[in-house]
């Protein structure tokens, strides 16, 4: 039982270049979300997901998309990345049992330069 | 996020008590949270509070939540070295999306 997943942990990337952020939980959750974290900000929310196949707009979407495709993945894009996407980004999980099982991973650290 | 507020910084001597405060404006927040960053590191749920309750303990760890005046605190005991970090405070509605406050760094001094 790994809990949640992400991948890359680092990645510095060019303005216009193009990547994926996989996230994986091995928990059969159904709620999966993506936020950024910027310093003095706090997190922010992205995208999420309530299920296989569903995605929903978070606080902060232009610029990202995302699949779920499959229920133990939760994929952010990015088309043509820009300075601004400079961030941590984390994934978390949430099973139907709620808040007593919420995890977060580790988190990447994307540059656009 | 700019729905929940907190101070930025508290700076605690070992062994003391540390509060941290936060105000929120959500009416129908369900859920509230207190998570612990510490360097480099992913977030680490600490507690949270069902908006019904106007009290939470676990171990160290006093949770009170004012819900007229929308304001939540979090109470370490004998603060330690160790529980200098980051601390977000965060509400959730529907779907359990979590909206942050933008962290309080604690700092403990010998």
């Known amino acids: 039982n790994a809990g949640v997943t992400q991948t890359p942990k680092f990645r510095v990337l060019k303005t216009g270049q193009s990547m994926t952020l996989l996230c994986a939980q091995d928990?059969?959750?159904?709620?999966m979300y993506w936020y950024r974290q910027d310093p003095g900000m706090g997190l922010r929310l992205i995208h999420y997901?309530?299920?296989?196949?569903?995605?929903a707009k978070g606080e902060v979407p232009d610029g990202y998309n995302v699949s779920r495709l499959k229920k133990q993945n939760f994929l952010l894009g990015l088309e043509s990345a820009a300075p601004s996407q400079t961030s941590v980004y984390f994934c978390?999980?949430?099973?139907?049992?709620?808040?007593?099982?919420?995890?977060f991973g580790p988190g990447t650290r994307l540059t656009v330069l | 996020g700019e729905d929940v507020e907190q101070s930025l910084f508290l700076s605690v001597r070992e062994g003391d008590s540390s509060v941290i405060n936060c105000t929120y404006t959500?009416?129908?927040?369900?859920?509230l949270y207190w998570y612990k960053q510490e360097p480099g590191a992913g977030l680490q749920l600490l507690t949270y509070?069902?908006?019904?309750?106007d009290m939470k303990q676990d171990q160290r760890l006093t949770v009170l939540l004012n819900k007229k005046d929308k304001h939540l605190s979090l109470r370490i005991a004998d603060t330690q070295t160790g529980d200098s970090a980051i601390y977000f405070c965060?509400?959730?509605?529907?779907?359990?999306?979590?909206?942050f406050g933008a962290g309080t760094t604690v700092t403990v001094r010998a």
């Open positions: 978390a999980s949430t099973g139907l049992a709620g808040v007593d099982t919420q995890y």
């Open positions: 509070i069902f908006s019904n309750m």
């Open positions: 997901s309530v299920g296989e196949g569903t995605t």
């Open positions: 928990m059969n959750h159904e709620y």
């Open positions: 959500d009416s129908s927040s369900t859920y």
């Open positions: 965060a509400e959730s509605s529907n779907d359990y999306k979590l909206s």
